[in-house]
């Protein structure tokens, strides 16, 4: 009996170091690839005055709306709307000593969500010196809105 406990013993010793190389011996693997995305472009805010508006006169006020869209697909904060110079209708070319001005927002933190727009209230006034070519005439500013991405 004592042979073939001995046995058992150093069969069961034998697997287990067999089953332990087996484990060893697995074959492992890895493997290596690229990801990529590529970046959007920003859109362009989009930047329209809601009304016209009349009845501008030397020493005189007027307010002008204007509404900023954020046509991006992520929010933006802008930092400003300002105005570029003052262009008179080609219809005046004696209206040359207008002073209109347009007024403009600087440090500005609004937030606008995506697709969302938001309209700001801007003076335009007109100086006691204007021209008497400036009666009737249109005039107009570009405005310049400028925002960053944001979260």
């Not at 004592?2 to 890895?30: D, E, H, M, Q, Y």
């Not at 929010?75 to 110079?85: E, K, R």
């Not at 403009?104 to 606008?112: F, I, P, S, V």
């Amino acid at each position: 009996m004592r042979n073939s406990k001995r046995i058992k013993i150093v069969a069961g010793g034998t697997a287990a170091l067999f089953g332990v190389g087996v484990a060893f011996a697995a074959w492992t693997s890895t493997g290596e690839g690229d990801g990529s995305v590529t970046a959007g472009s920003a859109a362009s805010l989009t930047v329209a005055q809601d009304d016209p508006v009349s009845g501008l006169y030397p020493t005189g006020t007027e307010e002008i709306e204007i509404t900023v869209t954020n046509a991006n697909p992520y929010p933006v904060t802008m930092s400003s709307l300002v105005p570029a110079a003052v262009a008179v209708d080609a219809g005046h070319p004696a209206c040359v000593a207008h002073g209109v001005t347009f007024g403009g927002l600087e440090g500005l933190t609004d937030r606008l969500a995506a697709a969302e727009s938001k309209t700001y209230t801007l003076d335009v006034d007109m100086g006691a010196d204007s021209d008497d070519g400036c009666q009737g005439a249109t005039f107009t500013s570009e405005y310049t809105a400028t925002a960053a991405s944001s979260d």
